[in-house]
């Protein structure tokens, strides 16, 4: 794995993601296309917790001890509990760009990342053997 070059789309996504939901007007944002399904603000919403509470957290566990069990993930009415339908889209994105960049600058200081650790061999290297656990305990 060519760490720069995915460390470099990493660091592109904010802009990519600002640009693909830049069309939707703010009711368009909180369209859902059904009660079960995420609207378009919903999911930026995730996209910063994510980068924020857990990204980081589990890459350094990985890169520090690739075998190690991750928490699990309580994501049950997430968006419900949060209510990330009533957030404003341009300030989440805003603040997903700035933890991407955070994220991207930490990478950025390591040496000697290997991003492949912790890859199941058994399965082709797509996925981390017994790492992430999701809990969803309901809407």
Known sequence: MNASAIIARLGLFP??????????????????PAPEHWSILEIS????????????????????????????????????KRRYNERDLTKTLDEFAQERSESVAWLRSLTNIDLAAGLCPSEGGSGHCGRSTVVVDGP
């Open 45 to 80: 919403c995730h996209l910063l917790d994510e980068e924020r509470e857990d990204f980081r957290s589990r890459l350094r566990s990985t890169l520090a001890a690739p075998s190690a069990a991750w928490p699990p993930l309580i994501l049950g009415g997430i968006a419900e």
């Open 15 to 32: 802009s990519a993601l600002r640009a693909a939901v830049s069309i939707a007007t703010p009711e368009d944002a909180r369209w859902k």
